[in-house]
């Protein structure tokens, strides 16, 4: 590829320098027309002086017939005074002459000039003056004189085309270099905008990796890439603290739900304990073991509620792993059966055993799933079912549907409900990101998310998730 001038400059001084180039190309355009014309003025003015010589020379050559005929009366004077012209004019054009013919052709011009002056001067002494000389001399001047005048034609020829030329093709050649400099210009341009465009759409996929400007150039797109870089880290940053926002919210909605679910155990373990301080004398070494066992396993139980919550409610670091679908959703579950108790919704799984593992990150998948049903849950809240169903879908996908038979969403809604603080919920009761969130986090994982509903009938949520080759049951194997 051709590099342009000043390639480190700014767009702005590329442009000023075009401006400037085409200008001065302009100027020295004019001033060299200009120029060309002035001389074309003198060749033309000396022209008609060259074509008053040879018309002199063509007329004294008319009298010297007429007088060699005895034609006419003041023949002699005529000659006399037409050589005379021709004399002033080859003094005036002297230098011009010398330079059209060789030294060898206007000297024997001259002498040609003299003879012919010579064999004139017979008449003047009443002699015959000589025909042939007459002739041979003057046919000699005639010869040199519209030699000189052809060659004089042709060099005004050459400078018309000279003219022409750079009247016509100069100026055709610096706009098609105009235009090409433009075009190379708006074209490096407008490759680099449609670069920050595409990463532009990669941010709105959720995807804040920065973008590489491959040009030394340091003109305004590469300042707009920096600015555009530092929004992609920043937004990332941001969209980080949001999910965690959001997942905080999505346990806020369900507190009582778990509060629920601890009160059960601790309940079990303070009746157990309470049993034990009672009647700790009257019960026996393997009855006092067995209360002893219960309460290590309600303790057990709470543990794990807390171990689950506190798991899923940390912000850890990314962790790219192969995940099982039927482990996804049943830890997920976990974290909202009281929630569902409580809202008397129940809730049915088909994940059949072959189905093969989805990589990804576990925490972030099982926010996917608990948005959903979180969102599944606050649309029946007279109760109902969430029905979910995995399957193998080609071209290499996990399919996974969570179904609800809910309020629905109306037609001319579906498309909103993705956008990043859409909700029809009550202030306090949603923040209108889970759905955002979701996409953002599948789109991530290299999947896609289809919704059908049906109002007052239910909604279902499909999630793609890229196939890996291994199937569940074959680690729990
Ligand atoms: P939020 O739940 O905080 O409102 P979301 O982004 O999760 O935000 O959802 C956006 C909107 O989509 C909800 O306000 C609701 O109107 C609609 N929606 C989401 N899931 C369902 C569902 N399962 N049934 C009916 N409407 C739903």
Known sequence: MIKLPCADCTIAERLKLLNASTFAFIIVLVV???????SLEKKIITLQQFQGFVEDVLELRRYEKDFLLDVGTNNIEM????????TVTVERLDSQLKKLSSPEDYRTFIEAMQ???????????GSIVSGECLHRYGRI??????????????????????????????????????????FSQTRSVLNRIAFVQKATQDILRGDFTPIQDTTSTRDEIHGLIQSFNKMAMELDTKTHELIQAEKLAAIGTFSSGIAHELNNPLNNISLSADMLLEDLDLLSRDEIKEILQDILVQTDRAGAIVRNLLDFSRDKEAQVQEIGVRDLIKRTIK??????????IHIDTWIPDNLPRILGDFQKLQQVFLNLFVNAIQAMPDGGLIYIDARYEEPGYVRIDVSDTGEGIPQDMIKKI????????????????????IYGIVQKHGGYIEVSSKLKQGTTFSI?????????DETEA
């Open 79 to 86: 000659i006399h005074k037409y050589l005379a012209r021709i």
């Open 335 to 344: 974290l909202i059966e009281n929630e569902l108790r409580l809202n008397h």
């Open 418 to 437: 993705f956008d990043p603080f859409f909700t029809t919920k009550e202030v306090g009761a949603g923040t209108g990101l889970g759905l955002s969130i």
């Open 32 to 38: 060299s027309n200009y120029g060309q014309l002035l």
């Open 141 to 182: 001047m005639v010869e040199y004189a519209t030699a000189v005048l052809e060659k004089k034609k042709a060099g005004l020829e050459i400078n018309l085309k000279t003219i022409l030329y750079t009247f016509t093709i100069v100026p055709a050649a610096l706009v098609v270099l105009m235009i090409w400099g433009l």
């Open 115 to 125: 003879h012919y002056r010579i064999c004139m001067k017979s008449s003047e002494r």
């Open 464 to 472: 793609y998730l890229p196939a890996v080759g291994r199937k569940e």
